[in-house]
């Protein structure tokens, strides 16, 4: 019970501060009738099922349903799925009250209620193991939920916001997802569109990202230009808007040579490029890994150099650790570049880690 407990508690706060709602929803017309939808459904305690393709935003656009409900100032619990291996199913943070827990421990000394509200977000609720599945069957269906901390038993009332990126329907029909817990979490469904679906919205999207790394990254990088947003507008971005926020990481690092790779005149080189010559096969997998590999390092060279091979500062622009970063430079054969930064090798990089 502690262990899942900790977990949880781990996961309350999140590293990255929500974007205004004018940023979560953009122009698009489509976006703006979520937008007024999740106002709605967010002051009711209703289940809410978000679907749509991985790196649509499920998990921004259910924080913000939580910013808009009564127990906003309460914790985002985010139950991560699959569970880990080797934690038993009798480890959960939730589970209906026991004997002993009745609605007259559910207020406090002023009359007001002790109950905590809570929102409860499940990511891709469809690899929820059958006997999880049970448990949130019965949190949905309004049996007492509460949390077990310190010895004490605190009731809680949940909001329950699950996400999928595959058909649940589908999941169902395979015998996959239980027909009945599918049913409960469908009460209210909302349909996040992919990307390339809101075009629209991907200026103002670069623009926030552009200026969320820039200030991370500590580069004065120039923001997109005209165009660049053309180019980022032509692309099929399979990958949505996480892959928008990737393209804008290397923007904002490398500049326009960030962005190789969008628009429809490179999509087709590449694929051409890594496509299998008459009597071979290729390993799609082996091609992706090749190249993030081949960009990572050029990102590195480039800025271990404008930093003069200074790897401490080196590792807190490209925030990572500096062990991470001493083994992304063995890994990338950028030990030899060194001796091109100074006459001693080793030495000089010593010297330059310790400099301010």
């Keep these: 019970m502690g262990t899942m407990l900790k977990t949880l508690d781990s996961c309350l706060t999140v590293s990255q501060p929500l974007p205004s709602t004018g940023m979560i929803f953009g122009h698009s017309e489509g976006m703006r009738r979520l937008w007024q939808i999740a106002e709605k459904v967010a002051g009711a305690s ?12 499920k998990e921004v656009f259910a924080r913000f349903i939580h910013s808009c409900s009564p127990g906003s100032s309460a914790p985002f619990l985010k139950w991560s799925l699959p569970v880990p291996e080797g934690r038993i199913s009798e480890e959960t943070a939730f589970r209906p009250a026991p004997d002993g827990i009745g609605d ?3 207020m406090g000394g002023n009359g007001k209620t002790c109950r905590r509200l809570c929102t409860l977000f499940i990511d891709e609720v469809s690899e929820l193991e059958p006997e999880r599945q049970s448990e949130l069957l019965q949190l949905i269906e309004g049996h007492r939920p509460f949390i077990s901390s310190d010895a004490k038993s605190v009731p809680v009332s949940l909001q329950v916001i699950a996400t999928s990126a595959r058909d649940l329907e589908q999941e169902v029909a ?47 990088s120039a923001p997109p230009d005209p165009h660049v947003v053309e180019r980022l507008q032509q692309h099929k971005w399979p990958g ?5 926020e990737n393209v804008m990481k ?11 790779g969008t628009g429809p005149a490179e999509q087709s ?4 490029a890594f496509a299998p010559s008459s009597g071979h096969s290729v390993s799609l997998k082996q091609v992706s890994r090749e190249a993030a590999q081949a960009l990572e390092r050029k990102i590195i060279l480039r800025t271990l150099q404008e930093t003069q091979w200074n790897r401490r500062r ?9 062990r991470a970063l001493l083994y992304k430079i063995k890994a990338a054969g950028l030990l030899p570049e060194a001796s091109k930064a100074g006459a001693h090798g080793a030495e000089f990089l010593k010297r330059s880690d310790n400099a301010a």
């Design 269 to 272: 080189q590449r694929a051409f």
């Design 46 to 57: 209703v289940p809410i099922l978000i679907v749509g393709e991985k790196g649509t935003g």
């Design 104 to 106: 007259q421990e559910e």
């Design 240 to 244: 949505n808007v996480r892959e928008l």
């Design 314 to 322: 080196t590792a807190r622009a490209l925030n990572i650790s500096y």
């Design 174 to 220: 395979a015998g996959k997802f239980r027909a009945d817990v599918f049913s409960a979490l469908s009460a209210v469904t909302l349909r996040l569109p992919p990307l390339r679906e809101r075009r629209e919205d991907i200026p103002q999207l670069a623009a926030f990202f552009w200026r969320i790394y820039s200030e991370r990254f500590g580069r004065q």
């Design 250 to 260: 290397r923007y904002v690092v490398l500049g326009v040579d960030g962005i190789k």
